[in-house]
């Protein structure tokens, strides 16, 4: 497990260190001159902290979370108005949400700093003829320089912490280890996570803090030290990212142990195919959809059941083939996004019970359900209670549970088992279910749509030829058990598995 | 070299003017003291010969030219001007305080080197020992040599001394006065310097010029001074060094009686 670490270790910290420098230098660039201005207009001092402080307020998460639709609504005006786009997801979300964030403390010392200089020493300058410019430049700027330094320090960690957050908006960073750990209960993952992000903000804070004491020591040899280590740290992060040839494939991913090990798997026969490959890992449902359409992100695995629903907005239910048929056929002609067909399984919502609950109630179906339902728990994922799926559910059958519980999904599993719920809302094509014996229930009224595998290809790839072939080879390929057993490899608390050991165990029975 | 005309200044939002009506004539070589009580407005008077404070009425000429008409920074870096809490920049080394104002003028490295030499030696300062010294590194009468040095080195003809050995303890005060003076005369300069001490006056002055309540009460040499006093003010001001020689007599006497 620490050895499967190790081996993304380079990608992950080369783009957190990217995405980090890069937000640090931009937020530098925007908060020094802001805040010289404002050390020399008084009145400009409250709103610039002002809004610095609001912007500290509002959660990491959150602060990334809104700039993803804010670039997509930018994206299509610019679309509209000059013909083309931009990226909105990825980097410039999470860079422009980490400038933001790193502007307070560079702010508030540099102006405190710079307002605090001896008035006797001002003097001085413009007595020996210095203009204001030189004054700012030889003196003021010199003598704050500590004092800013320990600003940037401070914004340095905050931003290298923060940047952990960029996962969920598409950026990879080393916040992977933490979001692919905490979906596949990979604590080890998590915590690789935590210790790697928190040793880089250590070593880059020691290194500004020598930096630090070298200015207010006047020591020109811990400034050259303390450039000469955060440029050996930056280079060698940037080395595994930099030199790479082409254009890398986006995988996509959602935010669960299959898209894993599917990403794994499809990028493993993209790099045999000569494509070099990079991961959106853990995107949102309905996100990952419109970067696919953006071209943002190059493939992923959907399922014809969300599309139907999420996308098309269908509200009927006919059989799988006819939906299949009906969203590629959709997809073409409104997107033009390649559908290549299902893998082979289904990944369908299903409702679950404990085996010996549903046996003392005699519940075989929803239909069975819907008598005890008042009395009962429901567990769902983030998604579940928001979904058209569980509308049409609730109005097919009359469902109307006494309690709702929202769980991230292997949590729902537990909840399930210590019997915190009754009956969940799962995945047909987890493993656990098999694990847990746990008994699905039948859908009488076809209430719930099919939910096929389907591997789509975004616009720019849709006639791309070599990268259509490499991955045909998995069309039909992946029967239901198989998707268990590798769900189950990377779900279960025992002789656990990562994500792309399931992918290589999936390859094998491929052959 | 210098003269003040109809000079006036009140702050913005004060009651009365800093400086009122003051009519001032420096010749060249001359070394004239400003004197006063605190507050009487001589250090106004003395930021407004080189514009670190603008006048509110009258005018300043500077070798028949009109200091008004000048660019404020580089009519500041023809004058040598020494400040009383010395103002080196702690930043910088004692050579990079005292090449700083040949530096802005943009004057060849090389020249710069050789200026600072004569300089540590003209301020009587070892060149070895203290050239890559901090500021905080010296003593407070090192750190004046350094500041005389630093107004110096852009070998201008006007120097404007605020209280320049005000802060330091009497032997360093009266040795570097010393200097200062033999400096001046050997260098012809024009001097304005400001103080409060009517013995450095004295001793110092070529003209010394009393100030009271941002006025001019009398200007004369030290003799005409201590001959015909204007008024009470200016006798009770002139006569301090006396009293207080006489005062010293009084108590060596008593200490060395039987």
Not at chain 1, 475 to 499: C, E, F, W, Y
Request: glycine share 8%; with cysteine.
């Amino acid at each position: 497990m620490i050895a499967a670490a190790f081996a993304v270790l380079p990608g992950y910290l080369g783009q957190h260190v990217l995405l980090s420098i890069s937000a640090l230098v931009l937020g530098l660039l925007i908060s020094l001159p802001l805040a010289i201005v404002a050390s020399r207009v008084a009145w400009l001092r409250g709103p610039a902290l002002g809004a610095a402080s609001v912007i500290q307020t509002i959660p990491g998460l959150a602060l990334l979370a809104l700039f993803y639709p804010l670039l997509l609504m930018l994206s299509n005006f610019s679309e509209q108005v000059f013909g083309a786009g931009f990226r909105a997801l990825g980097f410039l979300p999470a860079l422009l949400a980490l400038v933001l964030y790193s502007m307070l403390p560079v702010l508030r010392n540099t102006i405190t700093a710079l307002v605090a200089t001896d008035p006797a020493i001002l003097r001085a300058a413009r007595g020996v003829g210095m203009t204001p410019r030189q004054s700012l430049l030889l003196v003021e700027l010199p003598l704050a320089a500590p004092v800013i330094m320990a600003g940037v320090r401070t914004a340095a960690v905050w931003v290298i912490g923060t940047a952990t957050l960029s996962t969920p908006v598409g950026q990879t960073s080393l916040g992977n280890y933490i979001f692919t750990g905490l979906q596949t209960e990979n604590w080890v993952f998590v915590l690789f996570g935590c210790v790697a992000a928190a040793a880089l903000a250590l070593v880059v804070d020691r290194l500004l803090a020598l930096a630090e004491t070298g200015l207010a020591q006047h020591s020109r040899a811990k400034v050259i030290g303390a450039a000469v280590g955060l440029a050996i740290v930056i280079g060698a992060s940037l080395v595994p990212i930099i030199g790479r040839a082409g254009a890398p494939v986006v995988i996509g991913t959602k935010s669960f142990e299959e898209q894993y090990i599917l990403a794994s798997l499809i990028g493993d026969k993209l790099r045999d195919a000569g494509f070099t490959t990079s991961e959106r890992d853990g995107l949102g449902s309905s996100v990952i959809f419109h970067a696919l359409a953006a071209d943002d992100v190059g493939v992923y695995v959907d399922y014809s059941g969300t599309l139907w629903a999420d996308q098309m907005k269908r509200r009927d239910t006919p059989d799988r083939t006819a939906v299949l048929n009906g969203v590629a056929a959709w997809l073409k002609q409104t997107q033009g996004v390649r559908d290549l067909g299902s893998l082979g399984f289904e990944n369908a919502y299903a409702f679950a019970m404990r085996r010996d609950v549903a046996q003392r109630y005699g519940i075989h179906s929803i239909a069975d359900l819907a008598t005890y339902a008042p009395n009962m728990k429901i567990g769902g994922d983030y998604e579940f209670f928001g979904r058209p799926e569980w509308a049409a559910v609730k109005k097919a059958y009359g469902l109307n549970f006494a309690v709702m519980r929202q769980y991230q999904s292997n949590f729902m599993y537990r909840a399930l088992q210590d019997g915190d719920v009754d009956v969940i809302a799962a995945f047909s094509s987890d493993g656990r279910i098999a694990q847990y014996h746990l008994q699905l229930l039948s859908d009488p009224r076809h209430a719930l749509p099919p939910y096929d595998a389907v591997l789509l290809i975004s616009p720019k790839y849709a006639h791309d030829r070599k990268l259509i072939d490499a991955l045909k080879p998995l069309i039909g390929a992946i029967n239901l058990s198989a998707m268990q057993h590798a769900n189950l490899m990377v779900d279960r608390q025992t002789d656990k598995r990562s994500p792309a050991e399931a992918a290589n165990w999936i390859e094998q029975q491929l052959h | 070299m210098i003269e003040l005309q109809h000079l006036t200044k009140r702050f913005a939002g004060a009651e009365r003017d800093a400086v009122r009506d003051l009519n001032l004539h420096v010749n060249e070589g001359e070394l004239l003291v400003l004197i006063g009580e605190s507050g009487c407005g001589k250090t106004t008077t003395l930021n407004m010969i080189n514009r670190l404070t603008e006048p509110t009425a009258g005018s300043i000429l500077i070798g028949n030219e009109d200091a008004h008409a000048k660019d404020p920074v580089e009519l500041r870096r023809s004058m040598g001007f020494v400040f009383q809490a010395v103002g080196l920049f702690p930043h910088l080394t004692v050579e990079e305080n005292i090449a700083i104002t040949p530096r802005l003028l943009k004057w060849p490295a090389d020249k710069i080197t050789a200026r600072v030499e004569q300089l540590f030696d003209l301020v009587r300062l070892d060149a070895a020992t203290y050239r890559a010294r901090l500021p905080r590194e010296l003593s407070g009468g090192q750190r004046q040599r350094v500041g005389l040095a630093r107004a110096l080195a852009a070998r201008p003809r006007i120097m404007l001394m605020d209280e320049p050995f005000g802060a330091l303890d009497p032997l360093t005060r009266d040795d570097l006065s010393a200097d200062y003076r033999a400096i001046h005369d050997r260098l012809g300069l024009t001097t304005i310097l400001v103080t409060h001490d009517m013995t450095e006056a004295f001793l110092l002055a070529d003209r010394v010029a009393v100030m009271r309540d941002g006025e001019l009460v009398q200007q004369g040499t030290p003799h005409q001074l201590l001959a015909e006093p204007a008024d009470a003010f200016v006798r009770t001001l002139v006569e301090t060094p006396r009293r207080r020689a006489k005062a010293l007599a009084r108590a060596m006497e008593t200490d060395s009686a039987p």
